[in-house]
């Protein structure tokens, strides 16, 4: 069982309408307020949500596609070569590939990794100095490695062969030493000496 207390104001009451319908309408209109009130917050905040999610997906569509018009339209003045007064126009995006490409092959850096005053004195590209060192020192500590782990384990192989064969060749020397058929027969003849003498 539910027990309620509700307080309601009433102005005025009217004639035909009793009190006890007049406390009705008062709390149904009450509750209707409420739960209009209730799902106005709830549509609003699910609108905002919306709204914001769906604007969010047409600006970064548009940016992207603003983007690739805008920088894929940009063409970049290049001449054939550095004598030649003929200039050709590449995109943006093929201007930077080749340059980036150069920047790598190009020799420009010394022997310890500073950049060579004189051309002669360049001798790798920033791929090559940075590939030269990282390759050899992992090569040498890989090879370095699996020298180590061969010879540990040729000794243990060893090790362990060599006291299989020490085992078996003790067990056979033990075998023959004590004559152990000659043995048996002796055994063998004693137990019927003392059999006879009893």
């Known amino acids: 069982m539910a027990k309620f207390n509700i307080e ?7 004639e035909e309408t009793g009190l006890d319908e007049e406390i009705q309408k008062q709390v149904i209109s009450g509750l209707q307020n409420r739960l209009v009130a ?25 940016i ?13 003045p290049t ?3 550095s004598w030649s007064s003929e200039v050709t126009y590449i ?35 920033i791929t090559e100095y940075l590939t030269r060192d990282f390759i050899a020192k992992e090569l040498n ?20 062969n060599l006291e299989e064969n020490l085992q078996q060749q003790l067990h056979a020397d033990m075998v023959k030493r004590l004559n152990i058929p000659q043995l048996l027969q002796n055994l063998q003849n004693t137990i019927e000496c003392e059999v006879e003498g009893q």
């Open 91 to 125: 995109p943006l995006t093929e201007f930077i590939g080749k340059r980036f490409e150069n920047a790598m092959t190009e020799k420009t850096l010394t022997e310890r990794g500073s950049k060579a005053d004189y051309r002669n004195d360049a001798k790798y590209s």
């Open 38 to 62: 209730n799902l106005e917050k709830k549509l609003g905040n699910s609108i905002a949500e919306k709204v914001e999610q769906k604007a969010t997906e047409i600006a970064d569509a548009f």
């Open 141 to 160: 500590g890989k090879v370095s490695d699996m020298i180590r782990d061969a010879k540990e384990k040729a000794e243990q192989s060893l090790i362990k």
């Open 8 to 14: 309601v104001e009433l102005d005025w009451l009217n």
């Open 79 to 81: 001449s054939k070569s």
């Open 64 to 76: 992207e596609k603003l983007l690739v018009e805008q920088i894929g339209s940009i063409q970049i």
